[in-house]
């Protein structure tokens, strides 16, 4: 998957149904992706939150776009106070909001960087023990290449046999082509939930971020496991 930061909860359920993620940082980056920014709940509504950027292109790899360190600690300021507007009644805002501070007061210089330590600081939180690599790391030939054939060279790289993918991934993959090619993939399909927020109107599909602030570390975890795998 592309590194995502604070990822919805169908992100952390991919992670957590298989034994490794491979976080893609060296496919183009996506405009009006999820890769630097997300939603939170304001005002009982979902608002985004966009990481500023140096000169985001879709024809720059996710590892090559840099956060833009001139913008950046104004922007900062400014989601801590939405946080903090949105949040203080929360019931885990103390805890949750020093996990997010932390990931927000990294210093790195691409969004790659600060979306997998948000992601990898989210499980460290809830206790849990991330296995993952970086796939400009270990596959130094995959730009470029075709997704199918991206996949099977990671796959096997690592001696797995079978892959995980988003539900969305239907439309993309063939499992009988993929099968050929000695890789039995799955999609990854998120079970309907709801959990208590501030109003009785449930908002759905924000950052990871809001559950963190209305759930307990366990409820959270349990959450990971509410998906089928088709």
């Not at 939150?49 to 400014?78: A, C, E, G």
């Not at 019931?91 to 600060?114: C, G, R």
């Not at 993959?173 to 309907?192: E, H, S, V, W």
């Amino acid at each position: 998957m592309q590194p995502y930061l604070f990822p919805y909860i169908g992100y952390f359920q991919l992670i957590y149904s298989t034994d490794m993620i491979v976080f893609c940082d060296d496919v183009a980056y996506i405009k009006n992706g999820w890769i630097n920014r997300n939603q939170i709940l304001y005002n009982n509504a979902p608002l985004y939150f966009s990481v500023p950027l140096q000169k985001k292109s879709s024809f720059k790899l996710i590892k090559d776009t840099l956060i833009n360190k001139d913008f950046y600690p104004l922007w900062k300021r400014k989601l801590f106070n939405t946080l903090r507007h949105s949040y203080s009644k929360a019931p885990f805002f103390d805890t949750s909001y020093q996990l997010i501070e932390k990931v927000f007061d990294a210093d790195f210089e691409s969004i790659s960087e600060l979306a997998i330590y948000s992601v990898k600081s989210v499980y460290e939180y809830l206790g849990l023990d991330l296995k993952y690599q970086v796939s400009s790391e270990i596959c130094l030939d995959c730009v470029g290449i075709d997704k199918v054939d991206r996949i099977v060279r990671l796959t096997n790289h690592f001696g797995y046999k079978e892959f995980v993918n988003p539900i969305g991934g239907v439309e993309l993959y063939d499992k009988k082509d993929l099968k050929k090619r000695g890789i039995d993939i799955q999609f990854l399909n998120t079970l309907p939930f709801d959990y208590k927020q501030f109003s009785q109107k449930y908002v759905p599909s924000l950052s990871i971020i809001d559950m963190l602030m209305f759930l307990e570390k366990e409820e959270i975890v349990n959450q990971f496991s509410a998906c089928e795998l088709i």
